[in-house]
């Protein structure tokens, strides 16, 4: 799932840009969590990440888009923007803070999914996500693309990734909140599944390398049903 800013002060083309996310998702599979704002200074003063992309009107009537972009990306080097305007030439002034690209309106739907199309390549090539997690060492910082499932065992959760195993003494519902969003799947009471790490799955049971999962049988239909979007969304 992909955090996506639309930062818009006409509730109409914000309402359209949303109209288009939601189209996009249905053509894409790709996921959106959008949050709206009014205003650039709404976004940027007390901006503290967490975006993927962001949507930024240039004309607006407190604080225009150029100079929230320009605080936002003193704080956050990574965060693609795009440029939503109704004038051409601010094209060349959004180098100067690194702009993805922009969309001139009035906006069309071919041409918006164009731009997002880019930007979710973009991300989905550098964007990665880290949890904290307590461990008998200390405080350990994995890279969920790092983990290839996570298992429980009475009141301790083990993290399974590429470079060892990591316990924790964490509850499944706590560990399925961190991943939420970004490829996990529970796939019986005792198992979460990183859906990009399966190598095969027949008989109930995924195979992941040299481990193999168990999916429960309630869970076997919609975690099919899962797993082929998963999957299609990611050939895209």
Do not use: W
Request: proline fraction near 1%; glycine fraction near 6%; aromatic fraction near 12%.
């Amino acid at each position: 799932m992909y955090q996506i800013a639309i930062v818009e002060d006409e509730d109409i083309y914000a309402k359209l840009l949303e109209e288009y996310i939601h189209r996009y998702e249905k053509d894409s599979f790709h996921q959106f969590k959008i949050r709206h704002y009014r205003d650039g200074a709404e976004i940027a003063e007390n901006y503290r990440g967490g975006f993927d992309i962001i949507l930024m009107d240039i004309q607006m009537k407190f604080m225009d888009g150029m100079t929230a972009a320009e605080m936002i990306r003193r704080r956050d080097p990574e965060v693609l923007i795009i440029f939503i305007t109704n004038r051409s030439d601010y094209a060349v002034r959004g180098y100067e803070v690194d702009a993805l690209d922009y969309v001139v309106k009035p906006v069309e739907y071919f041409a918006f999914s164009q731009k997002l199309d880019r930007a979710v390549s973009r991300r989905g090539r550098s964007r990665d996500y880290h949890i904290m997690v307590h461990a008998d060492c200390g405080l350990y910082k994995l890279s969920a693309s790092q983990i290839l499932f996570v298992e429980s065992e009475r009141h301790n959760v083990h993290f399974y990734t590429t470079t060892g195993k990591v316990t924790s003494r964490m509850n499944m519902h706590e560990v399925e909140e961190l991943l939420r969003g970004f490829g996990f799947y529970r796939c019986g009471k005792g198992y979460i599944i990183n859906l990009d790490k399966i190598d095969s799955f027949s008989d109930g049971i995924c195979r992941i390398g040299s481990y193999n999962v168990p999916v429960s049988r309630s869970k076997k239909k919609e975690f099919m049903n899962v797993l082929t979007d998963y999957m299609g969304s990611t050939l895209l």
